[in-house]
């Protein structure tokens, strides 16, 4: 079963209070998203595997740890997960970033895909989907199976603020997806918004309505 990872430190909880206040403008907004996701990448990567590598010291010859080699993909959602991509790449800057856009259906008020483009070893890759919102769960899970279909096998979701609701679909739908979230909400409202939330995630990045 899926494992839901709940960071709980100071400074994440501290500019995450910030990123929810509504008088925080776009440019600050962007900045403290950015820097909380530098501070989870932090703890996404604690698994990471190392391998042993002689160097020298100004002091003499030694064996030191260095990541092993494995392939990172970060994967944001379309518009809102681009806000999160800086972040990770300022601890992993050799990652491989692909991007998944989707839509939903006004009839069907389905996630559907209309934009994909992935690293060409996607099986080879450990991947980390982001998105600031997990609140139905619609988006994610439908991101995660785009994914799957394209041959991914190591996937972990990374999202600033979550709805019950949105966990509960989310690793129902994804069992073997680990999730990692700064804070989990109290619910949905009745038009899908998580409360008390941030608002929509998108609009405050990028100073749109």
């Known amino acids: 079963m899926a494992k839901v990872h709940v ?7 501290h500019k995450l209070t910030y990123i929810r206040d509504i008088h925080t403008g776009t440019k600050e907004f962007r900045e403290l998203v ?3 996701a530098t501070l989870m990448a932090y703890e996404i990567t604690r698994g990471l595997p190392l391998m042993d ?6 002091v003499q010859k030694t064996s030191s740890k260095v990541l092993a080699g494995k392939k990172i993909g970060i994967v944001p959602i379309l518009r809102a997960g681009i806000g999160m991509v800086e972040g990770v790449l300022n601890l992993i800057p050799a990652a491989k970033v692909g991007h998944i856009g989707l839509y939903r259906d006004p009839k069907t008020l389905l996630p559907v895909e209309y934009y994909i483009k992935l690293p060409s070893d996607v099986p080879e890759r450990d991947f980390i989907v982001v998105d600031p919102m997990l609140a139905t769960g619609g988006s994610a899970i439908e991101a995660v199976n785009s994914l799957k279909k394209r041959g991914a096998k190591s996937i972990k979701f990374m999202c600033l603020i979550a709805a019950p609701e949105g966990v509960e679909a989310f690793t129902e739908a994804h069992p073997d997806v680990d999730v990692y979230i700064a804070a989990i909400d109290e619910k949905l ?10 608002g929509d995630a998108g609009d405050r990045l990028f100073g749109t309505k």
């Open 7 to 13: 960071f709980d430190h100071p400074l994440i909880q």
């Open 34 to 36: 950015d820097e909380v």
């Open 53 to 58: 590598k002689e160097i020298e010291t100004p």
């Open 189 to 198: 409202d009745e038009k899908g918004y998580i409360v008390p939330g941030l």
